[in-house]
């Protein structure tokens, strides 16, 4: 990450500063206090000012948790600068706290000498006690390594809303604009696009608009007067260098969902979507909802298992079935994926992984559901594996999906995870008559040599062909049971299931045929080591190697999209360097399946706190492994943004 | 469906009929089922490359195999899950969903609910035997309490479950019952075909192997007459006749609101109160399906059938009213939102 570049006080130094490279932000509040809400609103605001930024939205599985309680925290972080930003931050720079829970399970996170903007209208003694301070920490001394900077936002904006005579509850709802608009005078920010954003939103009621819209003035006509006396200094961050072209910002949910439907288009298939609600997956059924005129149709399914039925339904009938969940729910869809695998259907199933097992943590990431991807079904049954490695480039492993999907006649799956569903980065908006489309095709007529109809004859690829319900003379049967290789009539034989079974597992091992070799993202083909990743750990990877490079260490950094088969390279580029380091989000998944497959001694990196790796952490690694020591787990109580179980077990 | 570009197809029996070999045990009631449908499909017209067979797992579920048609031999209890996908796929599919007691009533019952509740355009066919007999012999849901079987070695302590029972309270608008060697199948299969929307059938089949003659009580010869209640809307509930030891009727009790039975004398069954049957009716359907056999004959035929829209037409409609006036242009799609301009160095925000 690019940091600040003059150490911590840059943001709270004196006029003379010069403005730094990349700031780290962290809105802290109540789950009621709108803070996803404010922090999606920074960040547009941010894209707009042309930084380039990433985004870690962090909130409870519950909907609304009790007042001030520190389960209830919810917390948006955005990291943003004038340099190529990858993660959303170790460390923040600022952190904005709504209330005592909020200060109490973030402070920790925040870099020695940063600052804190807290709002001491929310730090009375009943708050103080929800949060189990014995006394006031923005009063006893306790925060002494960081500037701080505290004040009664809840009066301010009291006083700023007075005149649209709101009631008190209604009113201390601007609280999040009042914050906001602070947050935009420090960034000299353009408050237009928010003013218009509240009354859009507002539309119905005018008076809630222009209360809103005054809270955030007066938000930021604070920071013009407390500029004069207080640690509050204004910034400037300059845009980022970027190739020339058309940008906005996408989230992971986004993306895959506007990358699906490119797929179907490229695929010329009308698009079947059969879902079932679960976080961090129900934003892609979401969107797709509304994009009705794409073809697209939906279907909110009874479960998980009727949501993948009916896409593999949709898909024999013609049409590209698309599913999606979150583990609990793929663990349901398993039976159903082993069938599409056996009559060789095209599906796409996408997978936004959060912490497992079980229900285990709805609305945090990990990326421990590689093994129930790749092998996580009945009898042999394999299936391609495609993983996003952030936000923006879900849209084209989307679109990668969907061609392996039709053009192997097999489910493939997608892995994202909620990290990347929910967070946000600037994409730059390609235009899709670059990408090349790849049609699907249907049977017309009998295929076999005798004038017969071979339901399960081979193409080059190994894929049948697909054939559409409602053909003339293409009448045929198709199941789950064992099947002939060329009729599909049930055929249980011994001769019949080998084929069958090699027939499969070759069509799927050839998908490695149609992609990209393994590439390097950063540094060499050989050396001491390598640091392999895949999915959301690309961005802290990414600039872990950077820094540790800029050091002088020799280390190269790997990213694996294609999980499932591997690129045919993969194995002899990994034998070319000493040493091989693997962080996951997991206990170690990847890291068994590269040792398995390429016999090398791939070493782990695990982290399973919920929360993203930082930069740090992986740097560490980097540097011990090239000291002799390898990898190993990441002490929980050392990951920079605690899961708020770590505070409040 | 679209009726328009319905055509009805010449076809016979044979047309019908796959070159698979049959695999049902010797004499199981499946036979006559599947004769039964296909004798029916040439009556209705039906194009074997429009229509669909779909089925879950179970010994009912092999059914597609048989019929040269398209098929889909999905996996346990689903059935009604895959049958939505192909409906909202392609509407003008005529797609029947063959399930039994276990497949449809147990591991499925929660499919078999949605798809009727939606009213999705298909006919269900559940055959019940009231056992499971591809996994050999244990209880089912329908089968009666007390049932001895390798699970239940003391015999069965659940109750069973009612199938049409069970459908009507999921909100479905065709119900109907029959059984597998009933030469009145045919007719209740067209009435199920001619109802668009999701229409159920209870077709009680007899297992040979595990459940032999266990509807006994009403189809065996000598006793059907006095113990099958065969409804036809616009006629009176009437059974048994004069040769079996007289005609009876179903009669509303008008005191505790419920049905009973009473003899009809010379022929005069308005004097004996019966009821004249009216599919429409869905309060008396639910007294239908719930008329215990033993003090009632079993009721039989069209219990009931009110078509309402379908949720193809309707899902669809909405889609299709969504779309209008809206061009599907991807380029614009992608760069929907707030988008800022960079040329050069310098970000332009528009």
Same mark, same amino acid.
């Given at each position: 990450?690019?940091?600040?570049?003059?150490?911590?006080?840059?943001?709270?130094?004196?006029?003379?500063?010069?403005?730094?490279?990349?700031?780290?932000?962290?809105?802290?509040?109540?789950?009621?206090?709108?803070?996803?809400?404010?922090?999606?609103? !920074?960040?547009?605001?941010?894209?707009?000012?042309?930084?380039?930024?990433?985004?870690?939205?962090? !909130?409870?599985?519950?909907?609304?948790?009790?007042?001030?309680?520190?389960?209830?925290?919810?917390?948006?972080?955005?990291? !943003?600068?004038?340099?190529?930003?990858?993660?959303?931050?170790?460390?923040?720079?600022?952190?904005?706290?709504?209330?005592?829970?909020?200060?109490?399970?973030?402070?920790g996170a925040l870099k020695v000498g940063g600052l804190i903007i807290a709002d001491t209208g929310e730090f009375n003694k009943r708050n103080l006690e929800k949060a189990k301070y014995e006394v006031n920490p923005l009063e006893d001394g306790s925060l002494e390594k960081w500037q701080l900077l505290a004040f009664d936002i809840s009066a301010l904006t009291l006083e700023a809303v007075k005149p649209f005579g709101l009631g008190n509850k209604e009113a201390l709802r601007c609280k999040n604009m009042w914050t906001l608009g602070l947050a935009l005078w420090m960034f000299d920010r353009d408050r237009q696009p928010l003013i218009d954003w509240l009354n859009a939103k507002f539309g119905k009621n005018p008076v809630l608009a222009e209360a809103n819209v005054a809270a955030l003035n007066a938000g930021h006509a604070y920071g013009e007067t407390a500029e004069l006396a207080g640690p509050l200094k204004q910034y400037h961050i300059a845009p980022v260098e970027s190739e020339p072209g058309l940008y906005r910002t996408v989230t992971g949910a986004e993306a895959i969902s506007l990358g699906l439907v490119a797929g179907a288009q490229l695929a010329e298939l009308p698009m079947f979507f059969g879902g079932y609600p679960i976080t961090p997956a129900s934003a892609i059924l979401h969107n797709l909802a509304r994009l009705k005129e794409y073809g697209v149709t939906t279907f909110q399914a009874e479960d998980e298992i009727a949501a993948i039925a009916s896409a593999i339904g949709a898909s024999y009938a013609g049409q590209l079935g698309v599913t999606s969940s979150s583990g609990p729910g793929i663990a349901l869809k398993g039976e159903a994926m082993g069938l599409a695998i056996m009559t060789e259907l095209p599906l796409v199933i996408v997978n936004s992984q959060r912490g497992g097992p079980s229900t285990g943590l709805?609305?945090?990431?990990?990326?421990? $559901?590689?093994?129930?991807?790749?092998?996580?079904?009945?009898?042999?049954?394999?299936?391609?594996?495609?993983?996003?490695?952030?936000?923006?480039?879900? !849209?084209?492993?989307? /679109?990668?999906?969907?061609? +392996?999907?039709?053009?192997?006649?097999?489910?493939?799956?997608?892995?994202?995870?909620?990290?990347?569903?929910?967070?946000?980065?600037?994409?730059?908006?390609?235009?899709?008559?670059?990408?090349?489309?790849?049609?699907?095709?249907?049977?017309?007529?009998?295929?076999?040599?005798?004038?017969?109809?071979?339901?399960?004859?081979?193409?080059?690829?190994?894929?049948?062909?697909? +054939?559409?319900?409602?053909?003339?003379?293409?009448?045929?049967?198709?199941? =789950?049971?064992?099947?002939?290789?060329?009729?599909?009539?049930? $055929?249980?034989? *011994?001769?019949?299931?080998? /084929?069958?079974?090699?027939?499969?597992?070759?069509?799927?091992?050839?998908?490695?045929?149609?992609?990209?070799?393994?590439?390097?993202?950063?540094?060499?083909?050989?050396?001491?080591?390598?640091?392999?990743?895949?999915?959301?750990?690309?961005?802290? /990877?990414?600039?872990?190697?950077?820094?540790?490079?800029?050091?002088?260490?020799?280390?190269?950094?790997?990213?694996?999209?294609?999980?499932?088969?591997?690129?045919?390279?993969?194995?002899?580029?990994?034998?070319?360097?000493?040493?091989?380091?693997?962080?996951?989000?997991?206990?170690?998944?990847?890291?068994?399946?590269?040792?398995?497959?390429?016999?090398? $001694?791939?070493?782990?990196?695990?982290?399973?706190?919920?929360?993203?790796?930082? +930069?740090?952490?992986?740097?560490?690694?980097?540097?011990?492994?090239?000291?002799?020591?390898? =990898? =190993?787990?990441?002490?929980?109580?050392?990951?920079?943004? *605690?899961?708020?179980?770590?505070?409040?077990? | 469906?679209?009726?328009?570009?319905?055509?009805?197809?010449?076809?016979?029996?044979?047309?019908?009929?796959?070159?698979?070999?049959?695999?049902?045990?010797?004499?199981?009631?499946?036979?006559?089922?599947?004769?039964?449908?296909?004798?029916?499909?040439?009556?209705?017209?039906?194009?074997?490359?429009?229509?669909?067979?779909?089925? @879950?797992? &179970?010994?009912?579920?092999?059914?597609?195999?048989?019929?040269?048609?398209?098929?889909?031999?999905?996996?346990?209890?689903?059935?009604?899950?895959?049958?939505?996908?192909?409906?909202?796929?392609?509407?003008?599919?005529?797609?029947?969903?063959?399930? &039994?007691?276990?497949?449809?009533?147990?591991?499925?019952?929660?499919?078999?609910?949605?798809?009727?509740?939606?009213?999705?355009?298909?006919?269900?066919?559940?055959?019940?035997?009231?056992?499971?007999?591809?996994?050999?012999?244990?209880?089912?849901?329908?089968?009666?309490?007390?049932?001895?079987?390798?699970?239940?070695?003391?015999?069965?302590?659940?109750?069973?479950?009612?199938?049409? %029972?069970? %459908?009507?309270?999921?909100? %479905?608008?065709?119900?109907?019952?029959?059984?597998?060697?009933?030469?009145?199948?045919?007719?209740?299969?067209?009435?199920?075909?001619?109802?668009?929307?999701?229409?159920?059938?209870?077709?009680?089949?007899?297992?040979?192997?595990?459940?032999?003659?266990?509807?006994?009580?009403?189809?065996?010869?000598?006793?059907?007459?006095?113990?099958?209640?065969?409804?036809?809307?616009?006629?009176?509930?009437?059974?048994?006749?004069?040769?079996?030891?007289?005609?009876?009727?179903?009669?509303?009790?008008?005191?505790?609101?419920?049905?009973?039975?009473?003899?009809?004398?010379? @022929?005069?069954?308005?004097?004996? &109160?019966?009821?004249?049957?009216?599919?429409?009716?869905? %309060?008396?359907?639910?007294?239908?399906?719930?008329?215990?056999?033993?003090?009632?004959?079993?009721?039989?035929?069209?219990?009931?059938?009110?078509?309402?829209?379908?949720?193809?037409?309707?899902?669809?409609?909405? #889609?299709?009213?969504?779309?209008? @006036?809206? #061009?599907?242009?991807?380029?614009?799609?992608?760069?929907?939102?707030?988008?800022?301009?960079?040329? &050069?160095?310098?970000?332009?925000?528009?």
């Amino acid at each position: 990450m690019a940091t600040l570049v003059d150490g911590p006080d840059a943001l709270t130094g004196g006029k003379d500063t010069p403005n730094p490279e990349a700031v780290v932000v962290r809105f802290a509040g109540d789950s009621g206090d709108g803070m996803q809400l404010t922090g999606g609103q !920074f960040t547009l605001s941010t894209a707009l000012a042309g930084n380039d930024l990433a985004t870690f939205p962090d !909130f409870p599985a519950e909907i609304r948790a009790p007042q001030g309680t520190l389960f209830g925290v919810s917390a948006f972080q955005i990291n !943003f600068g004038s340099t190529e930003i990858d993660t959303a931050g170790d460390q923040p720079d600022v952190l904005v706290a709504m209330n005592p829970a909020a200060l109490k399970t973030n402070v920790g996170a925040l870099k020695v000498g940063g600052l804190i903007i807290a709002d001491t209208g929310e730090f009375n003694k009943r708050n103080l006690e929800k949060a189990k301070y014995e006394v006031n920490p923005l009063e006893d001394g306790s925060l002494e390594k960081w500037q701080l900077l505290a004040f009664d936002i809840s009066a301010l904006t009291l006083e700023a809303v007075k005149p649209f005579g709101l009631g008190n509850k209604e009113a201390l709802r601007c609280k999040n604009m009042w914050t906001l608009g602070l947050a935009l005078w420090m960034f000299d920010r353009d408050r237009q696009p928010l003013i218009d954003w509240l009354n859009a939103k507002f539309g119905k009621n005018p008076v809630l608009a222009e209360a809103n819209v005054a809270a955030l003035n007066a938000g930021h006509a604070y920071g013009e007067t407390a500029e004069l006396a207080g640690p509050l200094k204004q910034y400037h961050i300059a845009p980022v260098e970027s190739e020339p072209g058309l940008y906005r910002t996408v989230t992971g949910a986004e993306a895959i969902s506007l990358g699906l439907v490119a797929g179907a288009q490229l695929a010329e298939l009308p698009m079947f979507f059969g879902g079932y609600p679960i976080t961090p997956a129900s934003a892609i059924l979401h969107n797709l909802a509304r994009l009705k005129e794409y073809g697209v149709t939906t279907f909110q399914a009874e479960d998980e298992i009727a949501a993948i039925a009916s896409a593999i339904g949709a898909s024999y009938a013609g049409q590209l079935g698309v599913t999606s969940s979150s583990g609990p729910g793929i663990a349901l869809k398993g039976e159903a994926m082993g069938l599409a695998i056996m009559t060789e259907l095209p599906l796409v199933i996408v997978n936004s992984q959060r912490g497992g097992p079980s229900t285990g943590l709805p609305t945090k990431t990990e990326q421990s $559901d590689l093994y129930q991807a790749v092998y996580g079904r009945n009898g042999d049954a394999p299936m391609p594996v495609i993983a996003a490695r952030s936000p923006s480039d879900c !849209f084209e492993v989307a /679109i990668e999906a969907v061609r +392996i999907a039709v053009q192997y006649m097999t489910p493939v799956m997608v892995l994202t995870d909620g990290y990347i569903a929910n967070a946000a980065e600037p994409w730059k908006v390609p235009d899709p008559a670059s990408i090349k489309p790849f049609p699907a095709k249907f049977l017309g007529e009998k295929n076999g040599p005798n004038g017969e109809l071979l339901p399960f004859a081979r193409d080059e690829k190994g894929a049948r062909p697909w +054939i559409k319900p409602g053909t003339p003379s293409l009448m045929h049967r198709i199941g =789950g049971i064992e099947k002939n290789p060329g009729t599909g009539n049930i $055929d249980y034989s *011994p001769a019949s299931h080998q /084929i069958m079974t090699d027939a499969r597992r070759d069509k799927v091992d050839g998908v490695a045929n149609t992609i990209p070799l393994q590439e390097v993202v950063h540094g060499e083909t050989s050396g001491k080591l390598v640091v392999v990743g895949w999915g959301s750990t690309y961005g802290p /990877i990414y600039q872990a190697v950077r820094r540790a490079r800029r050091k002088g260490l020799d280390v190269s950094h790997v990213h694996v999209r294609h999980i499932w088969p591997m690129p045919s390279n993969l194995g002899d580029l990994l034998k070319g360097y000493d040493k091989v380091l693997v962080p996951e989000m997991n206990t170690g998944q990847f890291k068994t399946v590269l040792r398995d497959q390429f016999l090398i $001694d791939a070493q782990p990196l695990n982290k399973t706190s919920g929360q993203p790796f930082t +930069i740090a952490e992986i740097e560490e690694a980097i540097v011990a492994a090239l000291g002799g020591d390898v =990898g =190993g787990e990441v002490d929980a109580d050392k990951t920079q943004l *605690p899961s708020i179980k770590s505070v409040n077990p | 469906m679209n009726e328009m570009t319905k055509i009805a197809v010449q076809t016979t029996l044979k047309d019908w009929e796959t070159d698979q070999e049959v695999r049902w045990c010797p004499g199981c009631g499946d036979y006559a089922i599947l004769k039964a449908v296909q004798r029916t499909l040439p009556e209705l017209g039906a194009d074997p490359a429009n229509t669909v067979f779909v089925s @879950g797992i &179970g010994c009912s579920s092999r059914f597609p195999y048989y019929i040269e048609s398209y098929g889909f031999h999905t996996i346990h209890g689903r059935a009604p899950a895959f049958a939505t996908g192909i409906k909202l796929a392609n509407p003008d599919l005529d797609v029947w969903l063959v399930t &039994g007691d276990g497949d449809g009533m147990s591991i499925g019952g929660n499919h078999t609910m949605h798809i009727l509740r939606r009213n999705v355009n298909v006919q269900i066919l559940l055959f019940n035997n009231e056992i499971y007999g591809l996994t050999k012999g244990q209880f089912s849901p329908t089968s009666r309490e007390g049932t001895n079987s390798p699970t239940s070695p003391l015999g069965s302590v659940d109750r069973p479950a009612l199938p049409c %029972a069970f %459908a009507l309270g999921s909100g %479905a608008r065709f119900i109907a019952r029959a059984y597998d060697v009933s030469k009145n199948l045919s007719a209740v299969l067209k009435a199920a075909h001619a109802h668009k929307g999701a229409s159920f059938v209870e077709i009680f089949q007899n297992c040979i192997v595990y459940n032999k003659d266990r509807f006994d009580d009403f189809v065996a010869k000598g006793v059907a007459d006095q113990n099958q209640l065969w409804l036809t809307d616009g006629e009176p509930m009437l059974f048994g006749s004069e040769k079996s030891g007289g005609v009876r009727g179903i009669a509303l009790d008008m005191e505790t609101l419920s049905l009973k039975v009473v003899d009809v004398v010379d @022929g005069d069954w308005q004097a004996a &109160g019966v009821i004249v049957h009216n599919v429409k009716n869905r %309060a008396l359907a639910h007294m239908l399906v719930e008329m215990p056999f033993g003090p009632f004959p079993m009721a039989l035929g069209v219990i009931y059938d009110d078509p309402r829209p379908t949720y193809e037409t309707v899902l669809l409609g909405q #889609d299709e009213q969504a779309r209008k @006036g809206k #061009d599907a242009n991807l380029a614009k799609l992608l760069g929907k939102g707030q988008t800022w301009t960079v040329s &050069g160095t310098a970000a332009d925000p528009i």
